[in-house]
T-cell receptor
Framework: GAVVSQHPSRVICKSGTSVKIECRSL??????MFWYRQFPKQSLMLMAT?????????EQGVEKDKFLINHASLTLSTLTVTSAHPEDSSFYIC?????????????FGQGTRLTVV | AQTVTQSQPEMSVQEAETVTLSCTYD???????LFWYKQPPSRQMILVIR??????QNATENRFSVNFQKAAKSFSLKISDSQLGDTAMYFC???????????FGKGTKLSVIP
């Protein structure tokens, strides 16, 4: 099956600093990547959708200046949490779909647990 | 907007028994996809089974099968011969045929009891 690698799996940062999370499709070209946020014991909430080479589309209520998404290549998308605060602590998950894979299915990364102290 | 409802926050089943997880959804689209994802304690999202709305036949994957009732907008998951490794959160999800964005239900926490 298609593999999506997300890095880092865990990160702790100080309040006010920025953190970058990477999402890579290892064996397929990801035309679209999705970024989700999951609070403890809750479901996944879509934050934004990014298509390679174009600006991300953010869901209502998601601050685009705080959560910067870049999808510069067909295998890499990054999420940067800028000026992080404790309320940004959460589990972030990316998923990807693309060419030559079952295009009804999105493949998920392992997730990143962000803790802001 | 599409919504997905899972009305069972938690369920438990004895090992080797059968359990059914419920899911209903709301949409005005005629063509779409439905999924069940499993999220074990590792939190990796794992696709369990997928159903295309235009197919009348219910999808099956080994011990996992669905009961897809399009008119009722119901999509339940049946797990047969439950195993300890089935213990996880199970999310029902909807995707429109054009967008492929996933809308998730709130999840059902399934515990398989030895």
């Amino acid at each position: 099956g298609a593999v999506v690698s997300q890095h880092p799996s865990r990160v702790i940062c100080k309040s006010g600093t920025s953190v970058k999370i990477e999402c890579r499709s290892l064996d397929f070209q990801a035309t679209t990547m999705f970024w989700y946020r999951q609070f403890p014991k809750q479901s996944l909430m879509l934050m934004a959708t990014s298509n390679e080479g174009s600006k991300a589309t953010y869901e209502q209520g998601v601050e685009k200046d705080k959560f910067l998404i870049n999808h510069a290549s067909l295998t890499l998308s990054t999420l940067t949490v800028t000026s992080a605060h404790p309320e940004d602590s959460s589990f972030y998950i990316c998923s990807a779909r693309g060419y030559r894979v079952r295009n009804t299915e999105a493949f998920f990364g392992q997730g990143t647990r962000l803790t802001v102290v | 907007a599409q919504t997905v409802t899972q009305s069972q926050p938690e369920m438990s089943v004895q090992e080797a028994e059968t359990v059914t997880l419920s899911c209903t959804y709301d949409t005005s689209e005629n063509n779409y996809y439905l999924f069940w994802y499993k999220q074990p304690p590792s939190r990796q999202m794992i696709l369990v089974i997928r159903q295309e709305a235009y197919k009348q036949q219910n999808a099956t994957e080994n011990r996992f099968s669905v009961n897809f009732q399009k008119a009722a907008k119901s999509f339940s998951l049946k797990i047969s011969d439950s195993q300890l490794g089935d213990t996880a959160m199970y999310f029902c999800a909807y995707s429109g045929a054009g967008s492929y964005q996933l809308t998730f239900g709130k999840g059902t926490k399934l515990s398989v009891i030895p």
